[in-house]
């Protein structure tokens, strides 16, 4: 949320890269002007405010919101926001001049931690046809094979999975 941690946390990836592209740490709202495609990935207690932070920032342009509302410590109880999930909330937020698809909840962070390739699938809901084609194409080419799961109203489903498969897990 602040400079100083995005910083630190570019260095860290940075390092993992070997050097192998340029990343530049700053704090969300800078991230989210200078960005045409913003990615939200913050705990559900942080969720609101860093929206209502970048909210203008984030005008006409696609938001692909990683959250999941996950209440602790009932991590494996699915327990929905009343908009019925968080990419719901996202665009309740932001409003109609954003386009919020949902994506990437159900893929474990180790797996992206690793230089291994991810055998995952990724299901991808959205407020709108051409903004799940573009989060797809970015499934893609991180790796992981994209699936198209309709309106962003299906969104509830996909996030409430990630906490039936933390109880499975």
Avoid at 49 to 67: F, R
Avoid at 141 to 149: I, K, P, Q
Wanted: hydrophobic content about 45%; charged content about 20%; some cysteine.
């Amino acid at each position: 949320r602040s400079a100083e941690k995005g910083v630190h946390a570019a260095s860290e990836v940075m390092e993992k890269l070997e050097g192998a592209t340029s990343i530049v740490g700053m704090d969300n709202l800078e991230a989210a002007q200078q960005a045409n495609i913003v990615v939200l990935t913050v705990p559900y207690a942080a969720h609101r405010a860093t929206l209502e932070g970048v909210k203008d920032a984030v005008q006409g342009k696609l938001l692909i919101d990683v959250t999941v509302p996950l209440v602790p410590p009932k991590v494996t109880k699915v327990q929905m926001p009343p908009e019925g999930s968080a990419a719901q909330e996202a665009k309740t937020i932001l409003g109609d001049d954003v386009q919020v698809v949902a994506a990437f909840q159900n893929i474990s962070h180790e797996h992206l931690m690793t230089e291994q390739d991810i055998d995952c699938d990724v299901l991808v809901t959205g407020s709108s046809k051409a903004a799940r084609a573009e989060a797809l194409t970015l499934v893609e080419a991180a790796g992981m094979t994209g699936w198209d799961a309709g309106p962003i109203e299906n969104s509830v489903v996909v996030e409430g999975l990630t906490s039936v498969l933390i109880n499975i897990n």
